[in-house]
């Protein structure tokens, strides 16, 4: 029974809860329905504002551009207005200048009319002064003009009876000419400046400290260095520098080398000494061979052995009165292949015997002796040919020249030494003289402008239009020459050339 009860009582309380649930469940549909009609109408609101908000910035820059365009059409009107003023003021301008063109015209049609006049006057007056001229000489016009031509026939044969002697003059020194010729074209195509070298050299120093480590203790490591590389190490009162001094510039640039990866390195004690320094002279060779390669194919010259090409590297740290010896070589190689192609002569034996020509300088340091014989002798060793080792030894007349190109190095040689610019001693006097010719010329009246060309061989005078006429610079030619040649001593021949320059400018408008 009491079963029963709860069984009943157990299924009327699940319908309870499931119609209480289905209630629940019908209530919050009916609210979520209207929550959502909400949010749409929200959302329409919110469109229909967004829209319109829209639609008023829309018209609002559509205004602002049509006021913009409205300004620029008004820009543009105000610019067509000015340009069509300044055409109608053109055309007054050209058509009051054609009125003054054909004033001119009717001007000139009578002068023209009054020219004619007046010539027919002169014809007429001037046969009748050579009727009264025939009348008084007792000649007629015919046997004037027979004399006339007589003497001017013997002026002329004077005149080139002495331009006969000229030429016959200058054909004796064509020869010598031509020589000239070459020789300053050699010079003006090879030109270059010297390079100084001094017998120290300075390496700087992070700090005053890095002093005493090199000195090393009791001196141990700078007498290292010193003894490896030959030179010496001045270290004194100057702050942050050591100087290295020696004559040998080889030296001096394996021990500043070395010195400055020391420092770098931080590490100086006499085996590191001897390992960097070690290090630094094979470093310091293949470079050397390197800057013989470069300048052996620059030169076209093939077939130089490893030992000629790192004596050649050599002497680019060799000087001579102040020239570089690599640089002198290289400038003698070019100016001799060239001489040698005027001459129709071996160019590659010219340029091979002008590279290697001073090779003995290398040695001469370390020895005694002509550094021509020696550099013959290495060349020699080189494996040269013997008419490049004759050349090599007698470019300074040690031995007797057996070919063309020997004669054509020591040209060459004595060029590149001696032209102006290439040492020190030359260079003042050569500038000097260009001074001298300038002043010369223009020291006389008329002259605007001077320029001395060609190494001073040649002058070149501009004067003024208005000052100087065309025969007066035929004067003026004849006068600065003779100026030159009374007050200045010089080799060859100074040419002397005035420009009257007449320029007519004009205006298109």
Do not use: W
């Amino acid at each position: 029974m009491n079963i029963g009860i709860i069984l009943l009582v157990s299924v009327a309380t699940g319908v309870v809860g499931y119609m209480a649930r289905s209630y629940l469940g019908k209530i919050r549909l009916r609210s979520s329905e209207a929550q959502a009609q909400r949010i749409i109408q929200d959302a329409k609101r919110e469109a229909e504002a967004k829209r319109k908000e829209l639609l008023l910035e829309a018209k609002d820059q559509l205004l602002q551009e049509k006021n913009l365009l409205e300004k620029e059409m008004r820009e543009r009107r105000q610019e067509i207005a000015n340009i069509e003023k300044r055409y109608m003021q053109k055309e007054e301008n050209l058509d009051a200048k054609v009125n003054q063109v054909e004033k001119r015209e009717k001007e000139i049609e009578v002068r023209e009319s009054d020219v004619s006049e007046k010539e027919a006057e002169l014809t007429k007056e001037f046969e009748r002064y050579l009727k009264e001229l025939e009348r008084i000489s007792g000649l007629t016009q015919d046997q004037a003009k027979a004399q006339l031509m007589k003497s001017l026939e013997d002026n002329a044969r004077f005149e080139a009876l002495k331009i006969v002697n000229k030429i016959e003059e200058e054909a004796r020194r064509s020869a010598d000419k031509k020589a000239k010729d070459i020789v300053i074209q050699s010079i003006q195509r090879n030109v270059t400046e010297f390079t100084s070298e001094n017998t120290v050299t300075a390496v700087t120093l992070p700090s005053d400290d890095m002093k005493g480590r090199i000195i090393g203790r009791e001196g141990r490591n700078i007498r290292t260095l010193e003894s490896l590389t030959g030179v010496d190490m001045i270290i004194d009162d100057t702050p942050e520098v050591v100087v290295i001094s020696g004559y040998d510039p080889v030296r001096r640039e394996i021990a500043r080398l070395a010195l400055e990866r020391l420092i770098q390195n931080g590490r100086i004690h006499p085996a590191r000494i001897e390992e960097v320094v070690e290090k630094v002279k094979l470093e310091l060779e293949e470079s050397m061979v390197d800057e013989g390669e470069k300048y052996a194919f620059e030169l076209g010259i093939p077939g130089l052995s490893r030992d000629a090409l790192l004596h050649v590297g050599k002497l680019k740290y060799r000087t001579s009165y102040g020239q570089n010896v690599l640089s002198h070589s290289i400038e003698v190689a070019n100016i001799a292949a060239i001489m040698a192609g005027e001459l129709k002569l071996d160019v590659q034996v010219a340029k091979r015997a002008g590279l290697l020509h001073d090779i003995g300088k290398v040695a001469v340091v370390e020895g005694e002796g002509s550094h021509a014989l020696i550099g013959a002798d290495m060349a020699k060793k080189y494996g040269e040919s013997e008419k490049v080792i004759n050349i090599i030894a007698s470019h300074h007349n040690d031995k007797e020249p057996e070919s063309f190109e020997a004669l054509i190095i020591q040209v060459a040689d004595a060029i590149s030494a001696s032209r102006p610019g290439a040492r020190r001693e030359s260079l003042e006097n050569y500038v000097k003289r260009l001074e001298d010719l300038e002043n010369i010329a223009t020291s006389f009246k008329g002259v605007e402008k001077c320029f001395a060309i060609q190494a001073g061989r040649e002058i070149r005078v501009l004067v003024s239009n208005d000052l100087v006429s065309d025969e007066r610079a035929q004067i003026l030619a004849r006068e600065v020459a003779g100026r030159i040649e009374n007050e200045l001593k010089y080799p060859g021949i100074v040419r002397v050339t005035v420009i009257r320059e007449t320029r007519a400018v004009e205006f298109a408008k």
